[in-house]
């Protein structure tokens, strides 16, 4: 019996990573890549400042939490359900969260938006004040996070939250506090990006 479990899960997994295709934001017209790291995509949306599109955001994530997710309506107590899981699940694993600038941005100023994003979630300064001077420091690099700039920061539930951009690694808090705080800043109740969940709501759970 677990051997047939183990397969139908494997079955699954492949169906669902075989359905997986890129994915455009229909308020930038940013497109998103269907896997990043062999993780799959989970949705889009944009970041908004008044009627200014910042940036476009797209989350990834592990099979086992699109799996789950799969399994529970999205209409299912008006989505509690389907966003608790998917909050814990995104906090609980290794989870990415890619940034395409639609709208030119200040080194400094970008820093401190997602400081003062994170400050709110999370109990310690001092680590938010590390992930703004690696931001800050990686987005220096080349002047402004101008349009086109890709800033990724990988969530992980032992390793914290590494900061990448244009591909270019830039440093690393040890914190998973920390990236479960940065997970809460796109999937919490007051998310910076209320269309990112809907995305993934209607990209991954059922009817």
Do not use: W
Not at 28 to 47: H, K, L, M, N, Q
Not at 130 to 138: A, H
Not at 165 to 174: A, E, I, L, N, R
């Amino acid at each position: 019996m677990t051997n047939q479990r183990q397969i139908l899960k494997i079955v699954l997994c492949s169906l669902l990573a075989a359905s997986t295709v890129a994915m455009k934001d229909p308020a930038t017209g940013i497109s998103f890549d269907s896997e990043s790291r062999a993780r799959p995509i989970f949705g889009v949306g944009a970041r908004k400042k008044g009627p200014i599109k910042v940036y476009s955001v797209g989350m990834y994530g592990s099979e086992d939490l699109k799996e789950e997710l799969s399994s529970i309506s999205r209409s299912e107590s008006k989505g509690k359900k389907a966003v608790d899981a998917l909050r814990k699940g995104a906090s609980n694993s290794s989870t990415a969260f890619v940034l395409k600038m639609n709208f030119k941005v200040g080194s400094e100023k970008m820093a401190q938006a997602i400081a003062d994003s994170v400050k709110p979630r999370h109990s310690s300064d001092e680590e938010v004040g590390q992930l703004k001077d690696i931001i800050f420091e990686g987005v220096q690099g080349k002047g402004a996070a101008v349009k086109g700039t890709v800033i990724e920061f990988d969530c992980s539930d032992t390793d914290g939250v590494e900061v990448t951009v244009d591909g270019k690694g830039c440093g690393k808090v040890s914190s998973p506090g920390l990236a479960k705080a940065l997970c809460d800043v796109y999937l919490d109740d007051k998310a910076v990006s209320p269309k990112l969940k809907e995305s993934i709501l209607e990209n991954c759970c059922a009817e």
